[in-house]
């Protein structure tokens, strides 16, 4: 039988992430966007553990398509949280640092509109159109109506205050990485 190899540091390293991501974002929602507080911190853990969901998934896919060398840097960081030997540095940290970003930007387009979709589909449902119209027809016509408007719905404000949330919590986690790094 083949030894099981667990990513305890990294499985542990998410959940701080996670941790402190939900904490720092629901204080911002709850403040910027007046939210209630369960409301926010419910906003908060959804579209962060559903963002965390996607970008592992966008992980496993560069994972899958990566070359040798950056497969073996990205399995070596998962299981071992350190980057396997670097021949060309600068390249390494170019590649990185854009990588990186990119994840940035998904996360922030992920926690945005997955908070629009939360919002138009925890609002109350719409009032019957027409009686003449049966049950099943008014809820199907009401959920396209409801992804529609999720999908267009565009609040300058909360993208902003979406942004401002995730740098402040982003930062937060880069700098406790960092110094887990400056410690080994």
């Given amino acids: 039988m083949l030894p099981v190899l667990l990513?305890?540091?990294i499985i542990f390293l998410q959940t701080l992430s996670l941790l402190i991501?939900?904490?720092?974002?629901?204080?911002?929602?709850?403040?910027?966007?007046?939210?209630?507080?369960?409301?926010?911190?419910?906003?908060?853990?959804?579209?962060n553990l559903f963002s965390?969901?996607?970008?592992?998934?966008?992980?496993?896919?560069?994972q899958s398509i990566a070359p040798e060398?950056?497969?073996l840097h990205l399995m070596s960081y998962v299981f071992f949280t350190q980057f396997y030997q670097v021949e060309r540095p600068t390249q390494f940290y170019l590649i990185s640092f854009a990588i990186i970003l990119t994840i940035f930007l998904l996360i922030c387009l992920i926690e945005y509109k997955g908070l629009d979709f939360l919002?138009?589909?925890?609002e109350?449902?719409?009032?019957?159109?027409?009686?003449?119209?049966?049950?099943g027809e008014n809820r199907a016509t009401s959920l396209?109506?409801?992804?529609?408007?999720?999908?267009?719905?565009?609040?300058?404000?909360?993208?902003?205050?979406?942004?401002?949330?995730?740098?402040?919590?982003?930062?937060?986690?880069?700098?406790?990485?960092?110094?887990?790094?400056?410690?080994?």
């Fill in 7 to 9: 990513p305890i540091p």
């Fill in 21 to 47: 991501s939900v904490a720092i974002e629901a204080v911002i929602f709850q403040r910027q966007l007046k939210f209630s507080r369960k409301q926010s911190i419910q906003f908060s853990l959804s579209i």
């Fill in 52 to 62: 965390d969901i996607a970008i592992w998934l966008f992980l496993f896919t560069v």
């Fill in 69 to 71: 060398t950056t497969r």
């Fill in 119 to 122: 919002q138009v589909f925890l």
């Fill in 124 to 135: 109350p449902p719409y009032p019957n159109i027409s009686d003449n119209i049966s049950e």
């Fill in 144 to 184: 396209v109506n409801k992804l529609n408007e999720a999908i267009i719905r565009t609040n300058l404000r909360q993208a902003s205050v979406v942004l401002i949330a995730n740098l402040l919590s982003n930062s937060l986690v880069v700098l406790i990485i960092l110094l887990h790094f400056l410690k080994n």
